[in-house]
């Protein structure tokens, strides 16, 4: 079945407006998922990235060890 932009400004001219927010708000989705294809994740920035946050993650979780282990004993003393 072929759509022409012509029969559809004729089916919207014919819309309440409840029905023109539900086609707006279906456009903007379409708009979203077609943008959302078109990004192309780099592997070596992605590598990079990897990299730099395993490095804080390592870094944040040898610094809050030791208050883990204080929260630890406290649950067995209760």
């Known amino acids: 079945?072929?759509?022409?932009?012509e029969a559809?400004?004729?089916?919207i001219d014919q819309l309440t407006a409840?029905?023109?927010q539900q086609?707006?708000?279906?456009?903007?989705?379409?708009k979203f998922r077609d943008k959302r294809r078109r990004i192309v994740l780099?592997?070596?920035q992605l590598a990079s990235l990897a990299t730099e946050f395993?490095?804080?993650d390592r870094s944040?979780?040898?610094a809050g060890i030791g208050d883990y282990a204080v929260m630890l004993a406290q649950e067995d003393q209760q």
């Open 42 to 44: 780099d592997p070596v």
């Open 54 to 56: 395993a490095e804080e």
């Open 18 to 20: 409840e029905q023109l």
């Open 8 to 11: 559809l400004k004729q089916d």
């Open 1 to 5: 079945m072929s759509v022409t932009s």
């Open 23 to 30: 086609v707006a708000d279906f456009i903007a989705f379409l």
């Open 60 to 62: 944040l979780a040898e």
